[in-house]
């Protein structure tokens, strides 16, 4: 079985790693400073970027700016 998100693909020996990363919250878990935790439903077809980017405009509190900036910002805390 694979599990799919985006980009990203694990094998089912990986899938116990996610929960492990999965159940991180703020403040708790050695990956919490390595790692974003969605901690809102995921709908039945998956996850959008749109969804994911609203998401971190209400997290980070960014109101002013338009979605691409935000988006933007999203992208640079995500990539290596």
Known sequence: MKLEIGEFRCSSD????????????????KYV?????YDC???AY??????LVEWWREREE??????????????ARLAP
């Open 33 to 37: 400073d390595f790692c974003l935790v």
């Open 62 to 75: 960014i109101n002013e700016e338009s979605d691409g900036e935000v988006a933007r910002k999203l992208y």
């Open 14 to 29: 990986q899938e116990r790693e996610l929960e492990g990363w999965a159940s991180v919250s703020a403040g708790a878990g």
């Open 41 to 43: 439903p995921i709908k």
């Open 46 to 51: 998956g996850l959008l970027w749109k969804e």
